[in-house]
């Protein structure tokens, strides 16, 4: 069966965030679009998932411009997102529990974490002050939007262009430095241990600094309900503009005719056409799997070869009949030391890292929580050993058990109060949403590439017309808000190629 493409048609692959920014921002300049996603639902991984009663969150822990003073604001709601959306702060990013009894505090608010920083370690007083003077340099970078009084958004402005031009050179530092190599500077070993266990070891510093800025800003608020509401809220944004989505439908391959993309094939054999081909899908398996490798050069093939991916995860969630009254409410939880080291999954851990959803009611039933612990792990261990299907539930029933008899040390009798623990693995994320080898965010941003914070990843193949690419995979750092801005960018482009006028439609 063949579709035939209408004028102005654009086809999308994948009902993710960027998908669906792509066909919200291509609706409302007039293109015809259709969307194609494998899974049942929307969002890909900005997703969740319910057992007996209980949500368990796989994606968002903090939203960066929450704030409606940002001007970042202005994405999310011309998706819809910030008119349907209710955002909490929090007072502390994360808790770190150290073996000699004492508890590092990640304070959202950069003078108390500061003070709290060097109460614990005077010793390292040159390199906590250089770390909260970096984090303040940061919050200059919040533009604020039209929201704000005009005087004082010329003022910030002003902040804004000041901080880039007299801390250029601070901004390129920091971007130079690992978290791994940022850490390594602490005298004390709580600090040391505590500031490698906050970040991915690899990751820009840079961003460990924004982060902390937005939280400092206010502008990095939890939207109550998690994930998959947000999904929805930009799906019914999309089709309310008229859009269309075709869920259950996996694109095999993307066809291509003169070196022009003109439509796509389904697994069910089914074809469709269109003028344009957007791909938000996975980026490994769109140019080598649905083009098979025909339109790549150096450019295209060295991320997939060189660089460093967001580390595959195992996702444990647990219903508990409690209500964790007495657990401080954070963005990402808490992380406490083993009473001695457990090989969990596929590697050895003396601590975990768990987060408990207390300030998030629509994530269990009243009296109740639902909790998350997320491990790192590796995609090639899950993939041999689901050779063996047997094998592979058995080690799932392991880690749920070791889990359970993990947090006894922490919260006694807690076995009695489980009433669901789910385990998923790199294979699961793999599974629902096609990303490669399981990573949760695509590419990583470390020392070495991290000249595309300036010159952004083209979103087309070399030798390709018609095809285009947005999300994760072309947008190194990942994150919901480059998904939005990603759909924002490409249509913008195609509507310049037309020579249309880029036109947003606020609801």
Request: net charge neutral.
């Amino acid at each position: 069966m063949k579709n035939t493409s209408d004028e102005n048609s654009i086809i999308i692959i994948g009902a993710g965030f960027a998908g669906l920014s792509a066909g919200i921002y291509a609706r409302m300049n007039g293109y015809n679009t259709r969307i194609f996603e494998m899974h049942d639902k929307p969002g890909g991984l900005c997703t969740s998932w319910s057992r007996k009663g209980f949500t368990f969150d796989g994606c968002v822990h903090w939203l960066v411009g929450s704030s409606p003073e940002s001007a970042f604001n202005k994405y999310w709601e011309e998706v819809g997102i910030a008119q349907k959306s209710r955002i909490i702060n929090f007072d502390e990013y994360k808790r770190f529990e150290g073996k000699d009894g004492r508890t590092v505090i990640f304070y959202s608010d950069v003078n108390r974490l500061e003070k709290h920083l060097l109460e614990l370690s005077p010793q390292d007083t040159a390199l906590i002050r250089n770390f909260t003077s970096a984090i303040r340099m940061c919050t200059a970078f919040n533009q604020p939007s039209s929201r704000v009084h005009f005087w004082e958004r010329v003022k910030r402005n002003i902040k804004f262009g000041l901080t880039f031009v007299l801390h250029g050179k601070d901004m390129q530092k920091w971007m130079k430095t690992s978290a791994r190599e940022f850490s390594e500077q602490f005298t004390d070993p709580l600090l040391r241990e505590a500031f490698t266990d906050l970040w991915i070891p690899e990751f820009s510093m840079l961003f460990m600094l924004f982060t902390f800025a937005y939280l400092h800003n206010r502008n990095a608020g939890y939207p109550l309900g998690g994930s998959m509401p947000m999904s929805k809220i930009l799906e019914e944004r999309y089709t309310g503009l008229g859009g269309v989505i075709n869920y259950k439908k996996r694109v095999e391959k993307i066809i291509v005719e003169n070196n022009r993309a003109v439509g796509i094939r389904l697994t069910d054999g089914s074809e469709h056409r269109a003028d344009r081909i957007i791909s938000a899908a996975d980026g490994h398996s769109t140019i080598f799997n649905m083009l098979d490798g025909r339109f790549v050069d150096e450019k295209i093939r060295e991320p997939y070869e060189k660089w460093p991916i967001f580390n595959p995860l195992i996702f444990i969630s647990l219903g508990i009949n409690d209500t964790f009254s007495g657990e401080p409410m954070t963005v990402s939880g808490f992380s406490f030391p083993l009473n001695k080291p457990e090989e969990i999954g596929d590697a050895v851990r003396d601590r975990i890292n768990i987060h408990i959803y207390n300030h998030d009611p629509a994530m269990a039933p009243e009296g109740k929580t639902s909790i998350i612990i997320i491990l790192n792990s590796e995609y090639n261990y899950w993939k041999k050993l689901a050779e063996d299907i047997n094998a592979y539930k058995s080690k799932k029933e392991e880690i749920a058990s070791k889990i359970t008899m993990i947090l006894e040390q922490r919260y006694p009798d807690i076995s009695k109060k489980i009433e669901v623990i789910d385990v998923a693995t790199p294979l699961t994320f793999e599974r629902y949403t096609g990303n490669w080898q399981g990573s949760f965010e695509g590419w990583l941003i470390t020392p070495a590439n991290s000249y595309v914070f300036m010159k952004p990843m083209s979103q087309q193949l070399p030798g390709l017309d018609n095809f285009y690419m947005c999300g994760q995979w072309t947008e190194p750092g990942g994150g919901l808000p480059t998904g939005i801005m990603a759909g924002q960018r490409l249509i913008r482009k195609i509507c310049k190629e037309d020579h249309r006028k880029f036109r947003i439609i606020v609801k």
